[in-house]
Nanobody, 115 residues
Framework: QVQLVESGGGLVQAGGSLRLSCAAS????????MGWYRQAPGKQRELVAA???????NYADSVKGRFTISRDNAKTTVYLQMNSLKPDDTAVYYC?????????WGQGTQVTVSS
């Protein structure tokens, strides 16, 4: 059974940092494109950052220069380093894995940024 397990969320003051981790039980993890999405109350889920199997990355404009996505294929884990956090970053953050038409989601981890 495929699982994506996020960790690292929590409460932080504005300007602070958090690092999210997503441990994936995927047998061919290195072939998957991995991403982080977030959903704030009353808003649609949005892409925050993504990294391909070839390590290309892309970011939402709102997080460019503050967030960094990375992956460790040996540990089948993807990370999201979040710096200079703002109250607008408050949301549930979800890990996502995609390969062709296959998609998996994690259960989400709450990130709350206080002003």
């Amino acid at each position: 059974q495929v699982q994506l397990v996020e960790s690292g969320g929590g409460l932080v003051q504005a300007g602070g940092s958090l690092r999210l981790s997503c441990a994936a039980s995927l047998s061919i993890f290195s072939r998957y494109a991995m991403g982080w999405y977030r959903q704030a109350p009353g808003k649609q889920r949005e892409l925050v950052a993504a990294i391909t199997s070839g390590y290309s990355t892309n970011y939402a404009d709102s997080v460019k220069g503050r967030f960094t996505i990375s992956r460790d294929n040996a540990k089948t884990t993807v990370y999201l380093q979040m710096n200079s956090l703002k109250p607008d970053d408050t949301a549930v953050y979800y890990c996502h894995a995609a390969l062709s038409r296959i998609n998996y989601w994690g259960q989400g981890t709450q990130v709350t940024v206080s002003s």
